[in-house]
């Protein structure tokens, strides 16, 4: 069995080091992370929620409020309730429609979070409240105050609820709860940040800031008036008949299961799990890649790095010849080598080699007749028939060829592609195998002819 390199052996050390005392720190800093997630309903600290869930404890009792991570839409009953703050998952919004329309009650405090598919379900839109607003705390207009916006019960008791950036919410049609003003002279209008109205026998609250029920805020008093007044709400009968159902609180990145109203099939499962791809790649571009997910991609991409040096750092290369002592084709010389390479070529036209052979022809003719030129092809046949350079029947053999080459120059010149396809190697090797028993036959009568002179 082969030994593995030296250098990788020891890159295999350091990477197995380098894991055993990061990893377990990335496993702590993540468990950190997830025990300090804003609006946690077991967290005490200032952003948990724990006293909002320990305030609905006592107001509804027990047994009838449950915090929660998961949801299972199927057990849900017409007399349950749900407050959801700032979800971070896309929601099931035909379970939680069907779930209203039956009875059950939605309060949904969300300003940033994943809810904007459930309130354009409803026809709602978020929009920013006013930058000047009439009151605030410390001056700050990221801290407005809100006064209620109309005879609603969770406003009863409620003269100024402090909200930490809200987010506004526009529907013409639903009854106004909570209004943060705008200052006078500003010249922008009045924001609503909380809205409600029926959805079949249930009911439906939407709330722009879900900071109003955390821990810290809580300790206004009109805060946690408010915070009370929605969980009574929640848990109010109603005109149908009583509600002693269930109230159920989950925050953040809560999962929901099943689904309400409606039988498990493969299309929800489908929905289901394509919510959870949104999810994904909705947080990638709000928080970019996860940390796991970074460290491992550095590994790779480290890994990769390592692999390819490894594979190419002893590499020989094919040796290449410099440019100058490579042969040159004959097709790129000139003279007469480089002109019969191009016209044997596989890609030339036949036609120009029936020209070139026309070309030698009457030059070697008129080189017979002892002409300074080429004369027209009937002059020149008259001439070799005066001079009996060749007999009657090779005049008429030569006439034929030469009408020929001239047809086949007439394509040349009129670019005929398909017309020149058509000559073949057949074709050349015919002519050329015509014109030189003719010639041969002139050579020898003109060598006759000059021994008839000399003697």
Partial sequence: MSRSPAWLVAFARVFVTFLTLTVPHLSVASAAEEASEPFDVTGANWEGAADFVQLARRELGDARVTATARIDLSHLRPEDSLILLHPEKSLDIGSLTRFMRAGGRVILLDDYGRADGLLRHFGMERIPTPRHPKDSVRNDPELPIAEPAGPHPVVTDVRRVVTNHPTGIKHPDLSPILVVQAALGSGEPDVLVAVAGAVGQGRLLAVGDPSIVMNSMLRYADNRSFARALVRYAGEDDTWGKRPGRLYIAAGDFAEDGVYGSEDSLFTDLGSRLRGI????????????????????????????????????????????????????????????????????????????????????????????????????????????????????????????????????????????????KITDNDVMAAAHTIRNLLERARTRARANMDAVLT
């Fill in 278 to 421: 949104d999810d994904v790649l909705a947080g990638i571009r709000r928080e970019g890649l996860p940390a796991w997910a970074l460290y491992i991609f550095a590994v790779l991409v480290g890994l990769g790095v390592v692999i390819w040096v490894g594979a190419n750092a002893g590499r020989v290369h094919r040796p290449i010849a410099p440019r100058f002592t490579r042969s040159i084709p004959l097709i790129a010389q000139g003279g007469i080598a480089g002109r019969a390479a191009m016209l044997a070529a596989p890609r030339t036209s036949r036609a120009l080699a029936l020209l070139e052979l026309k070309s030698a022809l009457e030059e070697e003719t008129c080189g017979l007749l002892h002409l300074d030129q080429v004369p027209a092809h009937n002059v020149l046949l008259e001439q070799l028939a005066e001079a009996r350079l060749l007999e009657p029947e090779a005049i008429v053999e030569l006439r034929q060829l030469l009408l020929r080459m001239a047809h086949v120059e007439t394509l040349v010149l009129s670019r005929s592609a398909s017309a020149m396809s």
